[in-house]
């Protein structure tokens, strides 16, 4: 029997649908497949002065040799246009304010925000003071850049998805993109001042004082010097303390703080030759940043004559569109390791104005007119915007809250950004390193170096302002006659420290001394110092005749010290009387005792409990300010320094009647509720809180940028949703987006010991081999060599 007809042609409109389907399919792979790099063959180059070739190993790293140090430079730029032009993009539109034509209409807050510092216009000026033969080694990465993306067959595959066109790189490009990272590394501290001036001006001198201590009972400086005395607590809290109390039997989720990693990050340390194994110092460095697809370092190492009649090799992170060198690595005679500072380096500076002076400001230096600067910011699918900046001479306006504010940052300033990190290539030793790091062009670092007869030194790496401001003044709004700083510390000036009798240095973003030098760094938002402290025991533990394994393996270290104190503190609230008739309460006990190892786990419910039950005591005491204050920055800190938790547990233990929050019958009370919110987060639309493990919510989520725009094709652009162990406050810092962005161990010399770790590979396309590889080693902490391996794939350029 002949079917009907209709089903016939149903039959054949289906299937010739599924041809189309699998059609398009087919083009979008043999298209995805065209910008792919290239990695074997032969290219020739006008301009070059030898043969470079680039050998990478199976994971995709970069072996680039040539005999000529220009030479290598255009091959750098070949390779990493070819792998992350997209991620260089991004990078220099961040940094100029240039998103929104990618992205239209809703970039526009973003680009607006970075506009105000006009950093184009300051990467042209500092390009035209760059020397000759900077100039001329920053061209060569360009034109390298410009020819590894015309060389792909097809455009970025992001370019596609976005309807947009690739422009060309130019040198000022590459300056941009360090002004990016200064952005990334220190542009939380505008709202860090505004949180802390919104506290003074809503608390008394006294009350202040012990809020927002400057220093925390967690510091171990290395310096060893004696913290200062903490304030006494006062008779009364401010009047925003603690703010309304809870509807009772409501479901209240948390504030941000609970599920929230803090954003400080980055360990490094070094031990000296006197307690290594070889004799060598030992580097390790893990810098702490938002994950993403592709990883915003790209391994390589570079080969070339040193002029000497030998071969310099030169192997570490570098920073794709910035300028072609190593960031972090080692150079065979000395390795070096960074961890962001967190010296204070904006200023907020209150602008008077008078009716009768129309158009111009007071500032402490008298009054002045700013200059306007009319800024265009193209927009992909509208017409431009107009956008005029008003600059002062401390820097351009900024209206926030009703006021307005110069925002005086060392990153405007002209020596901001320059090209000296290049010299590091060559430095034999740590006295040389630690003179180019004082007069190095980048965000200010803690540097810690080490070389191979085995001396140690660290200082600060980076622009420093000359501050004339008491360290602690100068952490809130500048108001009336208090000065700011003026001009940037000389070189002879930045602290340092070299060869200490201890044989170890290291850093993670907490104060770094007490004594003479900490005025010149001054008080960025240290970390509350729990994570260093175990660092530097962890390092001491170490004793003598260790290697590059052991001192690897500090960076995964995720015991709970830091939160342990505050377990125990749960553990005593939740008595007997406690728990009468309230079995959740019960149970959460049982979870405390029971699941608890002692480490930020995967598997532990008592962690996360704990951990949440610290930051529920945060909100019931800061809730008060945090409408205000998140209505100034919405990322501002609420309590005004990483410091709260030391404030919190004197309180406590203390139990201050004029610090109790209203509506509490006692202290009692307030433990009681802050365990009655974490298990009402953790219990919202039927989850049980036995199944609330640390794991379930620290899961990765990292993905390529262009999934948030197009979610369908976050499988494809997307690594696993491993489990994480780790936290914040602890060496393996580990959250869903944020986190160890690289793991590095090395002696300088014996660079072949190395060892390494990175959350993404070397590509940022899909379909590359080398787009996930090293991703399950980083997950499981299994180090690959920090060298490249042996060579599989092989490109020569000739001239």
């Known amino acids: 029997m002949r079917q009907p007809r209709w089903k016939t042609w149903t039959l054949r409109g289906l299937l010739a649908l599924l041809c189309l389907l699998l059609l398009a399919a087919l083009g979008a792979w043999l298209y995805l497949r065209a910008s792919l790099a290239q990695l074997d063959g032969e290219r020739r180059v006008p301009g070059l002065s030898a043969a470079v070739t680039v050998e990478r190993d199976a994971a995709g790293v970069p072996l680039i040799s040539g005999n000529d140090r220009f030479d290598v430079a255009y091959a750098t730029g070949f390779v990493h246009a070819q792998e992350r032009f997209f991620q260089m993009d991004l990078l220099r539109r961040t940094a100029a304010g240039e998103l929104a034509e990618l992205f239209g209409p809703r970039a526009l807050p973003l680009d607006r925000s970075r506009r105000l510092h006009r950093f184009r216009a300051r990467a042209e000026r500092t390009l035209a003071r760059l020397t000759v033969a900077e100039r001329a080694l920053l061209d060569r990465y360009v034109a390298g850049a410009n020819d590894g993306l015309n060389a792909l067959s097809t455009k970025p595959f992001e370019y596609a998805l976005t309807g947009t066109a690739a422009r060309p790189w130019t040198a000022t490009d590459s300056l941009l993109v360090v002004w990016a990272m200064y952005i990334d590394l220190q542009g939380m501290q505008e709202g860090r001042d505004l949180a802390r001036g919104w506290l003074r001006e809503h608390s008394d001198a006294q009350q202040l004082a012990f809020l927002l201590p400057e220093a925390s009972g967690w510091d171990a400086t290395l310096d060893g010097a004696d913290a200062p005395l903490a304030a006494p607590i006062p ?406 320094t990483t410091r709260w938790p030391d404030v919190v547990a004197r309180l406590l233990d203390a139990r201050p009647a004029g610090w109790l929050p209203a509506g509490y019958a006692d202290w009692r009370a307030v433990e009681l509720a802050a365990v009655d919110r974490v298990i009402a987060d953790l219990t919202r639309d039927g989850a049980q809180l036995a199944e609330a493990s640390w794991g379930a919510r620290n899961t990765a989520e990292i993905a390529h940028p262009v999934s948030l725009a197009v979610p369908a094709l976050k499988p494809f652009l997307a690594a696993p949703a491993d489990r994480l162990p780790g936290d914040a406050n602890m060496p393996r810092v580990a959250g869903p987006k944020f986190g160890q962005s690289e793991r590095m161990t090395v002696s300088p010399g014996r660079e072949e010991e190395g060892l390494y770790n990175m959350p993404g590979g070397q590509s940022g396309h899909p379909l590359s081999p080398f787009f996930l590889a090293g991703h399950r080693e980083w997950v499981k902490a299994e180090p690959v060599p920090f060298l490249p391996g042996k060579a599989k794939y092989t490109l020569r350029f000739k001239p």
Do not use: C
């Open 235 to 640: 008779a009364r809290a401010p009047g925003w303390w603690g703010g309304a109390p809870d509807t009772p039997g409501k479901q209240v989720a948390l504030l941000r703080g609970a599920d929230f990693v803090d954003s400080v990050g980055s360990n490094n340390w070094v031990v000296a030759g006197s307690r290594s194994a070889s004799g060598a110092a030992i580097v390790s460095d893990d810098m702490h940043l938002g994950l993403q697809l592709p990883n915003i370092w790209y391994r390589l190492a570079l080969r070339f004559p040193d002029g000497k009649g030998g071969q310099r090799r030169i192997a570490g992170v570098s920073l794709p569109g910035a300028p072609p060198t190593v960031i972090a690595g080692s150079n065979g005679q000395v390795a070096w390791a960074f961890t962001n500072s967190y010296a204070d380096l904006i200023d907020l500076v209150a602008l008077g104005r008078d009716p009768a002076r129309p158009g111009q400001v007071r500032l402490p230096g008298g009054w002045e007119t700013p200059l306007s600067h009319v800024e265009t910011i193209a927009v992909k699918g509208a017409p431009g915007e107009r956008f005029v900046v008003q600059d002062t001479s401390l820097g351009p306006i900024r209206s926030i809250g009703g006021r307005d504010y110069a925002m005086h940052w060392v990153a405007h300033d002209e020596a901001a950004v320059n090209m000296q990190h290049l010299k590091l290539e060559a430095a034999a030793n740590v006295e040389e390193a630690l003179a180019i790091a004082a007069v190095d062009g980048i965000p200010a670092q803690n540097m810690v170096a080490g070389d191979a007869a085995g001396n140690i030194g660290w200082t600060i790496a980076g622009t420093l302002p000359a501050r004339a401001t008491p360290a602690f003044a100068a952490t809130f709004p500048l108001a009336g006659e208090a000065p700011t700083w003026s001009g940037l510390l000389p070189a002879a000036r930045y602290p340092r420290i070299v060869n200490p009798a201890d044989g170890q240095l290291s850093s993670a973003n907490s104060r770094q001394l007490m004594g003479e030098g900490a005025a010149a760094i001054g008080d960025g938002g240290f970390d509350i110092g729990a994570r260093h402290r175990q660092i530097a025991s962890n390092l001491r533990a170490l004793g003598a005749q260790t290697g590059v394994r052991q001192v690897f393996e500090v960076a995964l270290d995720d015991r709970a010290l830091f939160i342990a104190p505050w377990r125990e503190r749960a553990l005593r609230v939740l008595d007997a009387r406690a728990l009468q008739g309230q079995p959740r309460r019960a149970e959460f006990r049982r979870l405390l005792e029971q699941s608890w190892d002692g480490r930020a786990s995967v598997d532990s419910v008592g962690y996360r409990l704990a951990r949440g039950y610290m930051w529920a005591l945060h909100d019931l005491f800061y809730g008060g300010a945090a409408k205000a204050i998140t209505a100034l920055d919405p990322k501002a800190p609420v309590a005004g």
